[in-house]
Nanobody, 123 residues
């Protein structure tokens, strides 16, 4: 069983930055595609970013140029650096892991999920 634990959320003013971390248990972290999703109140969970085993990265259009996903396999940790934050980025952010080979943007394709961390961006 793999456990994912997110950290780094909080309250920030528009234009500010946050870095989310996702620490994974187990020795299979390097085999996973890691993804970040978010869910705002009253909205469906949406894909934000993903990084594959070999380091390819993908982003939803709304965060391109502002967010950066990365991973450190030695630390079993994935990151989401969020810059130039906007109020519309406010949501609970979830880390997820999937065995490689499936569409990275679809939440049902992920096998493991963290508990989520709240990000609130004020005007």
């Amino acid at each position: 069983q793999v456990q994912l634990v997110e950290s780094g959320g909080g309250l920030v003013q528009a234009g500010g930055s946050l870095r989310l971390s996702c620490a994974a248990s187990g020795r299979t972290f390097s085999s996973f595609t890691m993804g970040w999703f978010r869910q705002a109140p009253g909205k469906e969970r949406e894909f934000v970013a993903a990084v594959t085993r070999i380091g390819n990265t993908y982003y939803v259009d709304s965060v391109k140029g502002r967010f950066t996903i990365s991973r450190d396999n030695a630390k079993n940790t994935a990151y989401l650096q969020m810059n130039s934050l906007k109020p519309e980025d406010t949501a609970v952010y979830y880390c997820a892991a999937q065995w490689a080979g499936k569409n990275y943007y679809s939440s049902p394709n992920y096998d493991y999920w963290g508990q989520g961390t709240q990000v609130t961006v004020s005007i």
